[in-house]
């Protein structure tokens, strides 16, 4: 019996067989997170497709993801190419095979190997800016969608100060910037000349796009790979599959699944043993 339950375990996640460093649940089912009701709700010309912890950036296949700055109209998006382009993948193979039979493993998320299988709240999150709010649909990992939900807040105002340090990224001269955020200081570097403003995750307010940016101890590091010009249609998740929360809930849910994954999600062994184990975990935001 024991036998047979492990292999059901594997089999629904399979990311268990492998001991990476973080691991911290599979990612999350597809239609928990509404991936097939998606609404459009403005159009991009312009966006910014960002690296995420590479430790090559000219190699997609080490980057942890490939985020999107898309800029409309009226709104503002960061969310992650690498689970879009997935998504697509699939909901084009489920319509030409009638919804029959098991999705390829190629259509599943690129990135690093350690990570494309597990969940990550920089990964499963999407961040929508719409009228000086900020917006975040957040998605936790399988067994714990009960726990989808938004929240809104005032869009951050990060207070920068500017220096007279520059480099150049993607053939746009960039000027430095330095501040504290929740916790954490961050240095950036922005290009003026880039049509549009803003940055990755939550990061914005220079006076230009920030095409590179990492905390002081460079455990979060987001680097511009690409300027792309074209019409891009901006979605967001349908609001019914995520109940209306507050920034701190979702935070204090970020942090505990990172944490203590099993034991947040309550399971047992059959002889009633906690499979938690506690892991140091260094949150993006601190507070």
């Known amino acids: 019996m024991k036998r047979i339950l492990l292999t059901l375990i594997i089999a629904a996640c399979p990311c268990l ?17 509404g991936y097939d009701q998606c609404i459009v709700i403005d159009t991009a010309r312009v966006r910014v497709l960002y690296a995420l912890n590479a430790k090559d950036i000219k190699d997609e296949n080490t980057y942890i993801d490939l ?3 898309e800029v409309g109209k009226r709104v503002s998006k960061y969310s992650s190419e690498f689970l879009d382009l997935s998504d697509k993948e699939i ?11 098991n999705v390829p493993k ?5 990135g690093q190997r350690e990570h494309k299988e597990h969940w990550s709240e920089l990964v499963f999150s999407d961040y929508i800016i719409h009228a000086g709010q900020l917006k975040e649909y957040a998605c936790f990992p399988l067994w714990a969608e009960r726990d989808n939900s938004s929240y809104t807040e005032p869009y951050p105002q990060m207070k920068w100060q500017l220096a007279n340090e520059q480099q150049t990224i ?3 001269r960039c000027q430095k910037a330095t501040c504290r ?5 961050f240095v950036a570097w922005f290009a003026a000349d880039v049509p549009i403003k803003g940055g990755p995750w939550k990061f914005g307010g220079l006076p230009g796009c920030i095409l590179k940016v990492y905390d002081v101890q460079r455990l979060y590091v987001w680097e511009a790979v690409a300027i792309e010009r074209g019409t891009y249609k901006i979605s967001q998740y349908p609001d019914k599959l995520y109940p209306k929360s507050t920034r701190k809930r979702v935070w204090q849910l970020q942090n505990k699944y990172n944490e203590d994954y099993w034991n947040a999600i309550g399971w047992m062994s059959q002889e009633g043993k906690s499979r938690s184990k506690i892991k140091n975990f260094e949150p993006l935001e601190k507070e």
Do not use: T, Y
Request: hydrophobic content about 25%; aromatic content about 12%; overall charge positive.
């Open 67 to 69: 985020g999107k700055l």
């Open 91 to 101: 909901i084009k193979w489920k319509k030409e095979k009638g919804h029959k039979g």
């Open 106 to 110: 190629s259509f599943f998320m690129g």
């Open 17 to 33: 067989l492998f001991a990476q460093p973080k691991r911290n649940g599979c990612v999350p089912g597809r239609e928990k997170r």
């Open 170 to 172: 993607l053939g746009h």
């Open 181 to 185: 955020f929740r916790g954490r200081d």
